[in-house]
């Protein structure tokens, strides 16, 4: 039985008109007569009397009203008593994450807490993965949004996306390869800007130079995000990036994106919790809403990832 089907049924009962049930249900009257007699089929009676005026309930009709108005009451309590601990969860929380994440999810992740909210408390520290790790570990963050290094033995966390590495360019640089992709061995000789390690993305680019025997030219270690988008913008250097910590500037076409191929160069952002603050309401309730936002940022392509 259809709690929506008993819903219209009190609908007529309390309009005495199929017509007018239809409209204050927002249901086309042809839709509305069907799903009654499937009601009725299903319970194997007949719950109307139909004539040129309208409707009137029969004697089971009535027993039925009877039983399913208080069921729908409670139904409708149960409803306003979840809303009610929605808005009461209070606590305050810590999230950890790296700039380039902070860019996309900060905004319509902290947006909704505001707004639905109001109890929870949120303090955000931005920071490369091994520093966010790191804050972790010490708990100086309850929560952390970061990507998997090697190095990072995380117990209590959980995946939420695959990213695929890009060359990061100036739109003025002569173009590598043929089409939206470059192999990693034609990077060979070009120069790049990345962090040193043992920075997160500077490890998994070595991992897979390593594998492949491919020796790129790192003229210029820097661990600040602002200051390798600024520098590549200008077309003496390039870099090697998810789109997402370009996604503003390659909108802008001020930066252009070539996906790396042979080998594709992948990491994994996960979201791990500190053991102490993990089953804290606050912390639930923002872990939750991390997932729900990153599955929305990716499926409606504003981020590119793989979940």
Same mark, same amino acid.
């Given at each position: 039985?259809?709690? /929506?089907?008993?819903?219209?049924?009190?609908?007529?009962?309390?309009?005495?008109?199929?017509?007018?049930? =239809?409209?204050?249900?927002?249901?086309?009257?042809?839709?509305?007569?069907?799903?009654?007699?499937?009601?009725?089929?299903? !319970?194997?009676?007949?719950?109307?009397? /139909?004539?040129?005026?309208?409707?009137?309930?029969?004697?089971?009709?009535?027993?039925?009203?009877? /039983?399913?108005?208080?069921?729908?009451?409670?139904?409708?309590?149960?409803?306003?008593?979840?809303?009610?601990?929605?808005?009461?969860?209070?606590?305050?929380?810590?999230?950890?994450?790296?700039?380039?994440?902070?860019?996309?999810?900060?905004?319509?992740?902290?947006?909704?807490?505001?707004?639905?909210?109001?109890?929870?408390?949120?303090?955000?520290?931005?920071?490369?993965?091994?520093?966010?790790?790191?804050?972790?570990?010490?708990?100086?963050?309850?929560?952390?949004?970061?990507?998997?290094?090697?190095?990072?033995?995380?117990?209590?966390?959980?995946?939420?996306?695959?990213?695929?590495?890009?060359?990061?360019?100036?739109?003025?640089?002569?173009?590598?390869? /043929?089409?939206?992709?470059?192999?990693?061995?034609? !990077?060979?000789?070009?120069?790049?800007?990345?962090?040193?390690?043992?920075?997160?993305?500077?490890?998994?680019?070595?991992?897979?130079?390593?594998?492949?025997?491919?020796?790129?030219?790192?003229?210029?270690?820097?661990?600040?995000?602002?200051?390798?988008?600024?520098?590549?913008?200008?077309?003496?250097?390039?870099?090697?990036?998810?789109?997402?910590?370009?996604?503003?500037?390659?909108?802008?076409?001020?930066?252009? =994106?070539?996906?790396?191929?042979?080998?594709?160069?992948?990491?994994?952002?996960?979201?791990?919790?500190?053991?102490?603050? =993990?089953?804290?309401?606050?912390?639930?309730?923002?872990?939750?809403?991390?997932?729900?936002?990153?599955?929305?940022?990716?499926?409606?392509?504003?981020?590119?990832?793989?979940?």
């Amino acid at each position: 039985m259809d709690l /929506r089907d008993m819903q219209y049924f009190v609908s007529i009962t309390e309009t005495g008109s199929f017509t007018k049930a =239809a409209a204050q249900s927002g249901i086309a009257q042809s839709a509305l007569s069907r799903r009654i007699r499937e009601l009725e089929r299903e !319970l194997g009676v007949t719950l109307f009397y /139909r004539n040129g005026r309208g409707v009137v309930l029969t004697d089971v009709g009535m027993t039925f009203l009877d /039983r399913v108005r208080p069921a729908l009451a409670e139904i409708d309590q149960i409803r306003q008593d979840i809303g009610a601990m929605r808005s009461t969860v209070h606590g305050a929380v810590t999230l950890g994450v790296p700039p380039s994440v902070g860019l996309v999810l900060l905004a319509p992740l902290l947006g909704q807490i505001r707004k639905d909210y109001p109890g929870v408390q949120m303090r955000v520290l931005e920071g490369f993965s091994g520093h966010v790790a790191e804050w972790l570990s010490n708990g100086r963050v309850d929560l952390a949004v970061l990507y998997n290094v090697r190095s990072n033995a995380l117990l209590d966390a959980e995946h939420l996306l695959f990213e695929d590495m890009q060359l990061i360019s100036s739109p003025t640089a002569p173009r590598l390869g /043929r089409g939206s992709s470059v192999s990693l061995k034609k !990077l060979e000789g070009i120069q790049l800007a990345l962090p040193g390690r043992p920075h997160g993305l500077r490890v998994l680019v070595d991992d897979a130079c390593a594998k492949t025997n491919v020796s790129l030219e790192i003229a210029l270690e820097l661990e600040t995000l602002p200051t390798i988008k600024g520098l590549v913008a200008t077309g003496t250097i390039r870099t090697i990036l998810p789109i997402i910590a370009v996604h503003s500037e390659i909108e802008a076409g001020s930066l252009v =994106a070539t996906k790396i191929i042979d080998p594709v160069i992948s990491r994994e952002l996960i979201l791990a919790h500190a053991p102490q603050r =993990a089953n804290a309401p606050a912390t639930r309730l923002v872990a939750r809403l991390v997932r729900q936002h990153i599955e929305t940022l990716v499926r409606s392509g504003h981020w590119r990832g793989r979940i």
